[in-house]
């Protein structure tokens, strides 16, 4: 299984999203407030974007665990304090 990180991200209230192709398909990786706050410096007042470019690499490894261990339902993977 192939899995390529597009480096195309969106960040809301919630959560961030970023995309990954999956055998010719798009995979929404969606990683809640609390998986960054897991990682967020908490003497720095950092947002969502920040704390996520930060540890990109890191939420890209997860994502391709949970891909590679079918953890895709409809499209969507999602990345919680769990995964951390």
Same mark, same amino acid.
């Given at each position: 299984m192939?899995?390529?990180f #597009?480096?195309?991200? &969106?960040?809301?209230d919630q959560d961030v999203t970023f995309?990954?192709?999956?055998n010719n398909q798009t995979v929404a990786c969606i990683?809640?407030? #609390?998986? &960054?706050? +897991? &990682?967020?410096?908490p003497d720095d007042e950092m947002d969502a974007e920040s704390v996520f470019l930060d540890h990109q690499y890191k939420f890209e +490894?997860?994502?391709?665990? &949970?891909?590679l261990n079918h953890k895709v339902v409809d499209g969507e993977l999602?990345?919680?304090r769990g995964e951390m």
């Open positions: 192939d899995v390529d #597009t480096g195309e991200y &969106l960040v809301n995309y990954a192709i999956v990683v809640s407030t #609390t998986a &960054l706050d +897991e &990682l967020a410096d +490894e997860i994502a391709e665990g &949970l891909i999602h990345i919680n």
